[in-house]
């Protein structure tokens, strides 16, 4: 996973690039001032030609967090710092990896983004800070050991509308072929880190998301607020399961997996590669109207089509 930051795990190897970010956030409070904006609700540090993006960074917090507090019903009480990059090398300077398109370190109550990653949708600036923000929710309620990260990134996800800052070198699910390979990773494999490998690390983003959003299709959301009001309150992932859900982590596991086996789950398969599937279907419209054409042309020409148009 990214080991590092999303979900605010830092890798040894990357603490001391936060060690200089905290340095240049310091001297961007004093001698750059005038590039700090700040609000009650968030502190953005930028450069001044970011201006526009901080103003709207600024104007979409109180909403996304007003939000979040319901819909994890969890407290949100910090007020973040978000530090916008506005290109790759920037990001990368601060710490960011090339698959993401955004990292929290919530211990910092601190939020990197990779603005020329997120100008390509119009949501995508809400919709990751959103998700950044619900992992500092995550963090701030919940002690570390008794947050999965599977959860922290299923539950970020779910709280977002499905976005997450991973960047996938393919555009397409893992997830069906993994089910009915029997290649998807124990939930408990995924509990400290996610893996290194843009495979693993793609199927383990999809199955946090997967896992999340099967719990509450199949208990309700209130049943996922009760979760993690219960891990917040102190509970070990068995426990809270149990509490908030009566069934244990096992075998909801097991369910949840059987599921995804199960053949009507072609469905999600088809889903994966709904683009693939629309160009191949208006292809071959296409190839059927042009060999129409040329069939209606010849009749045409040998003056045995009646209809003027052809
Ligand atoms: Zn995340």
Redesign the pocket.
Known sequence: MCKAF??GRLGPGLRPMIGLLAVWLATASGAWADKVLQTPHVRIVHDPALKHQAVQIAAMSPAIIENLKRKLGLPFDLRPTVVPAPDRESFRRLGGRAWLSAFAVPRKQLVVLDLSRLDQRSGDLYATLK?EYA?LALHQAIARRHLPRWLD?GA??WASDGL??YLPAVQRTLLPQAAAAGRLFFLDELADTFPDDPQGLHLAYEQSRSFVNYLVRRFGEDALRRLLQSLAAGAAPWEAFEEAVGVELAALEDEWRSGLRRPGSWLANLAGHVYGLLFFVAAVATIGAYLRFRHRKRHYRAGEDDDPEW
Do not use: M
Request: proline share 0%; hydrophobic share 20%; net charge negative.
């Open positions: 999303a979900g998700h992992h990134e970020a996800q997450s800052e």
